[in-house]
C-alpha cells in the first residue's frame, strides 16, 4: 500500500517519457513500431505513472558517455522541460555512466528497460518466494549500478522497500551492504524454495503429466489457463499481468488427469537478473512433459516474439526433446480473411493449434491435441528389479505407471508405461 493510499490522500502521478533507442545493427531483430508500442504498454503497467509522451529515436550506434548525440539531447530537453516530465524511460540497456549524464542534462529521473521490469514485478509479485526473487534480481542489478535511481517513486507508493525505498540510498551507497542483503535474502529464498520443494514431491507421487503453459506475456496464457480448470487467475489485457506460477488438476477427454500450471510470461530482453531468479519458479516447465506454447497470432510482431520464447526456453535449459504444441491464440481478433488462414495454416501441422481463449474456439481439438502428445511421449517397457530393490519398485507403482509384473528367481519383470521424464527419474534413483 502507498503512503498516500494509507492516509487517504490521492497518489501523486508522475510524469513520464518514453523513448526506443532505434540502433541500426538491432532492426532486424525488433521492428521500432512494435517495440515502442510495447515500451508504452509496459509503462502502462506501473501504477501512478501518466505516459505523457513516447517516440522513437533512430541510432546508427549508442554513444558512450550519453547514449544520444549532443544535438538529439538538446533537442529532447526542449520537448521534456516544457512537457513538465520528471521521469524518461528508455527502452533499452543504459550503463550507470549514461545514465548519470543524461539524469544531469535533463534534470530528470531515467529509468532504462531493466529497471522498468524491475519496478512492474517488485508492484506485482504476491507470494513469499515471488517477493524474494524479485528483491534478488533488483539487489543484484543495483550492485552494478550504486546510484540514487528512481527515488521518486518513494513518494508514490511504498513498493517493496527496495526499489526507489527509503532504505535503498544505504544499499546504493555500500556494496558490502548490497552483499549482506543478497546473502540474506538468499538464506531466505532457500528455506522457501525447500517448502516448494516438498510440494513437487508430493506432487510426484501423484502420476499425472504436467503440462505447462508459457509465452510471451500477453499472449493469453492465464485466459487459456482460466478456460481449461476453470479458475479465475487474474486475465488481464496488460504486460505481466500475474507473475506467481499456478498450478491445477485438468481431466482431458479421454479421462486422464492432467496437472496444468500457468507460469509468468516472457519478453524481449528479459533482465539476465530475473533470467536466473526465476529459474526456480520455472521448474515446473522444466519437468513438463508437454509445453504449450501460447502465441498471440494478432500481434504485429508475433513470430519475433516466439523467437524470445524459444531463446528464453534454451537458456532455461529446456530440453529440446520434450514435446511442444504451438498455440496460435487470439484469432478472434483477426479479420474473417487472416482467421480462415491461419486456422488452415495451423491444421497443416500436428505441433499446431489455433483457438481463441476467449471465446472457446478450438480448445476442444486442442485438448484432444494434448491427449495424443501425452500418449505419443509414453513408452512401453520392461524392467527388471532385484528382490533387494524394493524401492525403485514401489515407485513406479507410485506413479502408476505398471502394467505388469512377472517374479522369477532373481527378482521380477516389469512392464511400464512412462515418459522420458519418469524414465530420467527411474534411473536416477
Known sequence: ???????????????????????????????????????????????????????????????AGHLFGSGKIDELKERLTEAEIELVLIDGPVSPVQQRNLEKAWKVK??????????????????????????????SYQRTRLVRAWTHLERQRGGLGFVGGPGETQIEADRRAIDEAITRIRRQLSKVVKTRDLHRAARRKVPFPIVALVGYTNAGKSTLFNRLTGAEVLAKDMLFATLDPTMRAVALPTGLKVILSDTVGFISDLPTQLVAAF????????????????????????????????AILADLGVARETPQIEVWNKTDLLDDERRAATEAAAARHDEVAAISAWTGQGVGPLLEAVTERLDAARQRREVHLGHDDGRRRAWLYEQGIVEGEVPDDEGSTLTVNWTARQEQRFRSL
Open 110 to 139: 531515467i529509468l532504462d528497460r531493466t529497471g522498468l521490469i524491475l519496478e512492474i514485478f517488485a508492484d506485482r509479485a504476491r507470494t513469499r518466494e515471488g517477493v524474494l526473487q524479485v528483491e534478488l534480481a533488483a539487489l
Open 1 to 63: 500500500m502507498s503512503p498516500s493510499e494509507a492516509d487517504g490522500s490521492e497518489p501523486r502521478i508522475t510524469r513520464a517519457w518514453v523513448l526506443h533507442p532505434d540502433i541500426a545493427s538491432d532492426r532486424e531483430r525488433r521492428e521500432a513500431g512494435p517495440a515502442l508500442e510495447e515500451a508504452v504498454a509496459l509503462a502502462a503497467a506501473l501504477p501512478d505513472l501518466e505516459v505523457v509522451g513516447a517516440e522513437t529515436v533512430p541510432l546508427a550506434r549508442p554513444r
Open 279 to 310: 529459474r526456480a519458479t520455472l521448474e515446473e516447465v522444466l519437468e513438463a512433459d508437454l509445453i504449450l506454447h501460447v502465441r498471440d497470432v494478432a500481434h504485429s510482431d508475433s513470430e519475433a516474439q516466439a523467437g524470445d520464447v524459444r
